[in-house]
């Protein structure tokens, strides 16, 4: 579950909240004038999240290789085909 913390919250109650807040939640939400703007989360929870990116590139990356979907030119040619895509 999330939970959303004002800006003013935090400012007035600094980090506080935020420990408060995440012991009972999986996330929080940091508002600013009544817009979502900022998520916080457990480090253990982003890190989980950033190894599953990952994974999900390595797994990408495998998949265009074993497809042939790779370029084995130099970096003149890369740039080339980036500056034109």
């Given amino acids: 579950m999330e939970m ?19 012991k009972e939640n999986e996330s929080a939400i940091i508002t600013v ?9 457990k480090i253990e929870d982003y890190n989980k999240l950033r190894e599953m990116e990952l994974d999900a590139a390595i797994r990408e990356s495998q998949e265009d290789m074993a497809a042939g979907r790779f ?9 080339k085909r980036v500056a034109n895509d």
Avoid: Q
């Fill in 33 to 41: 004038r009544g817009k979502e703007k900022y998520i916080v989360l």
């Fill in 4 to 22: 959303t913390i004002t800006a003013n919250e935090l400012k007035t109650k600094g980090v506080t909240i935020i420990d408060d807040t995440i």
């Fill in 71 to 79: 370029h084995k030119d130099g970096i003149e040619e890369h740039m």
